[in-house]
């Protein structure tokens, strides 16, 4: 299910992202400040080209490129795009 990323509120947001840009490979040897990284990853958001889900299997929310849900799921599924 996607999570309106809006709809939060800024301290859940940032943890959020902020667990999603530290769990990126190649991010131990990014000399870019992690509030950076942050800010880009939130700019992803609001482009679309990062989505907000919620795994009802896991019970937790997580990140996802559109290409990488493409690999998982085929497309976007419609749930998804809305």
Known sequence: MRIPHSML??????SLVGQYVSQL????????????RIEFAKKMLNDGQ????????AQEPFIITKTECIQRFGSIPAYIEA
């Open 25 to 36: 490979e190649g991010n131990d040897f990014d000399p870019t400040p992690i509030e950076e």
């Open 9 to 14: 509120l800024p301290e859940t947001l940032n």
């Open 50 to 57: 990062v989505i907000l889900l919620f795994s009802e299997h």
